[in-house]
């Protein structure tokens, strides 16, 4: 008996809760650390591949160096994007910007994640991971990209100050229906989905005319291959915490 009351006494000792969240501290920062360098290279790899030429090619609108026109009625323009080309100091902006971008991704999803395992009893798995990222995905990317979808340089739009307010309100929206929605039970999850909703039904800001001066399918296709790199950004991101989180509690 007094053996037990011992170990129950260490156990609880403000130096055993000290080192308990250290360590837990330390899992947390690392994974995240981890899990965003990976992440961040793979998006930055598919950057490079898919949405950088099309952003280039948008440039070349932008400045007036290609125009879309008209031809006998038709309207048309040349295709093609430009090499990337040697700006070494734009292609290292570009994966520096997203290493630090999908390391800060991971700490908030590490955080939540440890959060949900210890209030909800949710479970980390690189399984439950891919889930995650998903829905990492659908809150910072995908909500926001309804009202407000990624646009060429150049594109004009509504002032940036309600833009961003938009697109703030959107992300904390959807964050908070998604959490509801998942662990929290009674009419809770039908309070989440009225918040997914919320951002949408008030519309984003936009101007009340179109002044595109790139093609049309230029820019739809900018918006689809950039919403799809970061799904794939967000699910490795995901499944890649998760599993340095396991790693973690099981090292």
């Known amino acids: 008996m007094m053996r037990r009351m011992t170990n129950a006494t260490q156990w609880h000792s403000p130096a055993t809760k000290r080192c308990r969240v250290n360590d ?3 899992n947390l920062l690392s994974s995240a650390v981890f899990a965003g360098v990976v992440a961040g290279l793979l998006a930055a790899l598919l950057q490079f591949v898919f949405v950088i030429p099309m952003l280039l090619e948008g440039e070349l609108y932008e400045t007036g160096a290609r125009v879309h026109f008209v ?9 093609g994007a430009p090499g990337l080309g040697t700006d070494w100091g734009r292609h290292l902006m570009t994966i520096a910007f997203n290493l630090v971008t ?5 700490l908030i999803l590490a955080a939540a ?3 949900a395992r210890q209030f909800h009893g949710a479970e980390i798995s690189a399984r439950a991971g891919l889930i995650w990222g998903l829905c990492g995905f659908l809150a910072v990317q995908m909500a926001p990209a309804v009202g407000l979808p990624p646009e060429l340089p150049g594109t004009i739009a ?7 307010a938009w697109w703030t309100g959107t992300i904390i929206a959807t964050v908070v229906g998604l959490w509801l929605i998942a662990f929290s039970r009674g009419l809770a999850p039908v309070v989440g989905a009225v918040l997914i ?3 949408h039904l008030i519309g984003a800001p936009h101007l009340d005319t179109y002044y ?8 739809a296709e900018f918006a689809t291959v950039s919403l799809g790199t970061a799904a794939a950004g967000w699910t490795l991101l995901g499944w890649a915490v998760a599993y340095f989180l396991t790693r973690g509690d099981n090292a």
């Not at 999908?102 to 991971?106: F, P, S």
């Not at 595109?212 to 820019?219: K, T």
């Open 24 to 26: 837990m501290t330390k």
């Open 71 to 79: 031809v006998d009625g038709t309207t048309m323009s040349e295709k």
């Open 102 to 106: 999908y390391t800060g991704y991971g």
């Open 113 to 115: 994640m440890m959060i």
């Open 158 to 164: 509504a002032e940036i100050g309600p833009r961003q």
């Open 197 to 199: 909703l919320l951002p």
């Open 212 to 219: 595109g001066i790139a093609p049309p399918e230029l820019s």
